[in-house]
């Protein structure tokens, strides 16, 4: 017997029971969920309402008595007594509710009345919908949050999971609310369906995890060799769903509600525009250059603003990006890395464009594939991508967070080969630190950290983490490099939490502090030493053609006249991607500001004596507001202070604003995440330096 004759019999079935009611006089019987939907299977529950009309009352205890035939026949029911209107009016109050009845179907009775439900709760759900939309969407948010990705868990959730069948209603119930068009995913929607009735059958109970344990008998009835290729169906199915959904989001976000900033064009970076809520492309984009691709990206990781469709199929038509990587390119791809909150999005998108294996090329090979350990709750893909996101949590408490997201990406890329993951790993991120131009001793770190990044929980396993003999054994891993035990201890918190329940327990988070806290305690820190600037006069721009890099330089008498170069550079869209300032001998400041131009050609930039007149005019000299952003300050190593913060215009001038006078200062960019070093002068109130700081980048 095929799953649809399965579903058949089982509807037909439950339709006898429910037909044999003795309805009262004038009611009628509507059902809900998977019985209106004809999708029940030997273990599903039968939902029904008892429609009556309002003039009608209705005695309970003859309506208690009523669904005996149901229970008698081991039926799990669960009912309700209402009139139409009050189907609306719960409607009304909550578009959830609303959303559970938009399946009402007609079993027996009085058909009119379940017409006259049906229609006013249609005409109350698209109001309701329209005002109660960000809610509704919540709820469904939640259930992923809840439930995970069906193409991306090891035991995906066939009903709640995103992309299974809950979201093939919900694009229903969005087009019903006239929101956007009903997608045809029938041949999704069999095969979920087909692989929840068999699960339901095997497994002897009503269940939607599939099991590894019941995947393979699912496979073997629905033809296929294997579980692995009953999963790899089930992820591209899934894949189709939410795919479609995030469209039907999209155009229901489009229509719904007044937008403030409706037909307002921004420029995010070149040749990217935040149009109303949407990025797009310039009107004349420059369609040559390859690397516009991480420039739309890492514009919607940083902002969280969408990518049109549009966009991505004109990205799509780019020519192939180079084997060596600009700085530019390398910042955002960083940038794509590290938001916890959209980063995950935008390597979907990018994924289902077939724009993510131009920048990650070994990705095609971990895309959907099954780890072997049985810890693991997520396929290879989706718990890297989550283990990127726990990094980017922590980057503001890292010193080489550029280093932390790289590794965290490519610590797996080598499963699934025929030799130890570590090992192929390392090979694998090799490559991509050559495209991306890292320098010789972070190439050897991030090799080091794939290597090794199983190597803290495996001597939590088998030594006692406060002996000599751990501390050493880790040393030897890192190459007794201070940076790569930090690093180390990092990804392996965060990789552990990604894998699953249970696996990152108080027992190796206690070893794993131990051995990390003893390895650096061995280790000298790095020395903190005074930049050197050149600053020949007031202000000035040097260009560096080959790294694509311009500077501003600029001397003053006070370090607070420093807002006024930084304002200028803010206008203009520059972003600092790092920063050297110092006190001279007479009291007077120097400094310099190494630029990325975004909204601006670096030739058109370039023109100093255009830089010098707007900043002769005195137009812009006041810091444009920051949004907050987790911050971390502490002082290091006597009195250098050490920021680390989310990278943001303006946020060094918010940060000079906020210091008192230093010695000297030094500032980079690294992984979107600025991280700045200062020597204050004399005697400071360290705490009190802390909460300005604080107050100054991470308060609203």
Known sequence: MTPSDIRAEAYASALAVVRSLDLPQGTALAATGSFA????TPRSDIDLILLHPADKE????KVAQMWYPVWDAKYHLDYAVRTPDECADIAAEDASAGFAQLDLAYVAGNKLLVDEARAKLLAVWRRQLQRGFDAFIDTAIARWHRSGAVAAMTNPELKNGRGGLRDIQLLRALALGNLCDNPRLDTQKELLLDVRTLLHVHARRHRDALDPEFAADIAEDL???????????LVEAASAVDHALERGLATARGLVGKRERKGIRRPLDIDVIDAGGTITLSRNPNLEDPWLLTRVAAASARTGIPVSEATWVQLQELPTVTDRWPQAAVDDFYSILSSPRHTPRVIEDLDAHGLWERLVPDWAHIRGLLPRERSH????DAHSINTVV???????TVARPD?????????DMGKGYDRPHEQVGAEIVVRQAQRMRLNLADMSRVQTIVAEHTTLAKLAARMDPWSDEARDALLDAASYDQLTVSLLAVLAEADARSTGPG???????????AMTTRALEALEPRALTRPIVDAPRDIGLRVDWEEERLTVYWCGEYQREMVRPLALIAALGWTVMGSRIIRERDGSYAAEFDIR?????LADAANEQRFLQSYASGTYSVLPEIEPAPTTAVFELGAVLTVRTAERVAALGHLLGALPDVEWLRHEVLGATMIVHARLRGEVSRSAVVANVTRALASD
């Open 37 to 40: 939907r004809q999708e029940m």
């Open 58 to 61: 209705l005695d309970e205890e």
């Open 223 to 233: 033809g296929f060799k294997d579980r692995y290729e009953l999963s790899a169906a």
């Open 377 to 380: 709750t997520h396929s290879v």
């Open 390 to 396: 726990r990094c980017a949590e922590a980057r503001t």
């Open 403 to 411: 280093l932390l997201l790289l590794t965290a990406l490519f610590h």
């Open 503 to 513: 696996v990152w327990t108080s027992r190796l988070a206690s070893a794993v502090h």
């Open 597 to 601: 131009t975004v909204q601006q050609q």
